[in-house]
């Protein structure tokens, strides 16, 4: 069953999600969870044949409606209609990828048994997942606050026979998908759509996918800007323990031992140097990647906290007889992480930018531009500004949402996080972070063949190997956006062992 993953209540890794979501492996309920959820619904079903009393979202209206109290023959159309009602969902759709990872979240928040559902309701969204069947979700609607309702009614739609997936790389009709697969539809019991739509597994589903790529980014960032060092003669000294165990942050730290290493064994970073210092955007490197480091981890450790999480409400606690309303699907922990690692991903975007200007200003004997015959070439002149206009695009996005907030549900919801909002912000920046990285890789490997016929480090060499058999030397001017595009795909394929990375 190594290609099985058992959904249980042990703590789920950002190291397991990236096993679960890049190796394809399917999900199955434990044999506990099944009787967590089962105990839960059980423990529902009595209560409300004993207490006729108004539970919110289990017998009464929703948000401003909570006193709405609703007969028990209309409870399955009370959860059916909340569904509905609330796939509001606009704008563009969101990638599959992260679907697949709401999928799960939602599924593995469901199985600790406090959220009322049925059984065959987590094991069809469990089918979804290991079919690859993605219900189509949409980025705009959700405020962060009552959970992230509008995305997730999209993400549950599917159950009811509504909605769409996407299923055989074709987008089908929720009906379609229960002829296809011969399932008669789930009926929703009591509190079941408000646990499937209250939850904040849209945002989390988008912080997950973020921490993975941003430290995967953040180490490349290492790796790209020691070669850009290299490319513009610069020195070693910055780097030296010395200096960092006098202000020992640990991501200023790790940061200046990283690219210590990369460069072990290096021509370039060993041959006598005409200047004293170098420009900050290339001697503050442990200074300023290491800071972003230190969000990230920060960052990590609150969506670590909320992937292990129960987020729909109300929350039923069978052993202690009691189901409390409160609210726990409220994004604020991880809207203002949002914000912190769109500035984090940001700042890294903007050093790497000035290490690019400083690349083809025609410094240390590098020609202008990085070309052989500038002025006739243009050279490397105009990825500086493409670099540019997307470092000052990502200060805009990086402006806080969680700053903000609008009254909803005619005032019963009166603070919102706008996590939503920073989710899918933070996600534009970490993308532009990629591509910024890029140029810079394209840069500083320009640059590092008029260094020849001294070399970098081993180990930096293989890496140059490896891109410049996609990427080559520009001898006289080409349409370089193919080769940005072809850097950017190269990182993206670029294979970094996950559990390394992230401690």
Not at 187 to 195: F, H, R, T, V
Not at 224 to 239: K, T, V
Not at 354 to 372: A, H, M, T, Y
Not at 489 to 497: A, R, V, Y
């Amino acid at each position: 069953m190594k290609h099985t993953h058992f959904i249980d209540s042990n703590l789920v890794t950002f190291e397991i999600l990236n096993d679960i979501i890049f190796t394809e492996k399917k999900l199955k309920l434990s044999q506990d969870s099944i009787a967590k959820i089962n105990k839960c619904r059980t423990y529902l079903d009595k209560k409300i044949k004993q207490d006729s009393a108004p539970i919110y979202g289990i017998n009464t209206g929703f948000g401003s409606l909570c006193d709405v109290k609703i007969s028990a023959s209309n409870l399955t159309k009370l959860q059916e209609n909340l569904v509905m009602s609330h796939a509001c969902g606009t704008g563009d759709k969101v990638p599959k990828n992260i679907i697949k990872l709401m999928l799960f979240l939602k599924i593995q928040s469901l199985s600790y048994g406090h959220s009322g559902v049925q059984l065959k309701t987590v094991e069809r969204l469990i089918e979804f997942f290991n079919n690859d069947i993605l219900p189509v979700v949409y980025t705009q609607g959700s405020l962060g606050a009552s959970g992230d309702l509008a995305p997730l009614a999209h993400l549950a739609l599917p159950l009811i026979g509504k909605g769409e997936v996407y299923y055989n790389n074709q987008v089908i009709s929720g009906e379609a998908l229960l002829k296809e697969f011969n399932w008669e539809k789930i009926e929703l019991k009591s509190k079941e759509g408000l646990a499937l739509l209250n939850g904040t597994q849209f945002m989390t589903a988008y912080g997950s996918h973020l921490i993975l790529k941003g430290f995967k980014l953040s180490y490349l960032a290492d790796l790209i800007g020691s070669l850009s060092l290299e490319a513009f003669d610069g020195r070693i000294e910055p780097f030296n323990e010395l200096i960092h165990f006098i202000r020992p942050h640990n991501g200023q730290i790790k940061t200046a031992q990283q690219i210590k290493g990369f460069l072990t064994d290096s021509e370039l970073i060993n041959q006598p140097k005409a200047h004293v210092q170098d420009p900050y955007s290339f001697r503050c490197i442990p200074q300023v990647h290491g800071a972003s480091k230190d969000a990230l981890n920060y960052c990590k450790k609150v969506f670590l906290t909320e992937i292990n999480a129960v987020t729909d409400n109300p929350n039923i606690f069978v052993d202690a007889d009691e189901i409390i309303s409160g609210g726990n699907f409220h994004g604020q922990p991880l809207a203002l992480a949002f914000d912190f690692l769109s500035i984090a991903m940001a700042e890294l975007g903007s050093i790497s930018e000035r290490r690019i200007f400083q690349l083809v200003s025609g410094l240390r004997n590098l020609p202008p531009f990085l070309v052989k015959n500038p002025g006739l070439n243009s050279g490397f002149m105009i990825p500086q500004y493409t670099a540019a206009s997307i470092v000052s695009q990502n200060k805009q996005y990086a402006t806080p949402s969680s700053i903000d907030s609008i009254v909803s549900s005619n005032g019963q919801e009166d603070h919102v996080s706008m996590g939503a909002n920073g989710a899918t912000k933070a996600k534009k920046i970490v993308d532009n972070l990629e591509t910024i990285l890029s140029i810079e890789l394209l840069n500083a490997s320009q640059g590092l063949y008029f260094r020849l016929p001294l070399k970098t480090s081993p180990f930096l060499e293989a890496f140059l190997q490896a891109y410049r058999s996609e990427v080559k030397f520009v001898e006289n001017d080409i349409v370089l956006s193919t080769e940005i595009n072809k850097t950017v795909s190269f990182l993206q394929n670029t294979i970094i062992d996950i559990e390394e990375i992230l401690n």
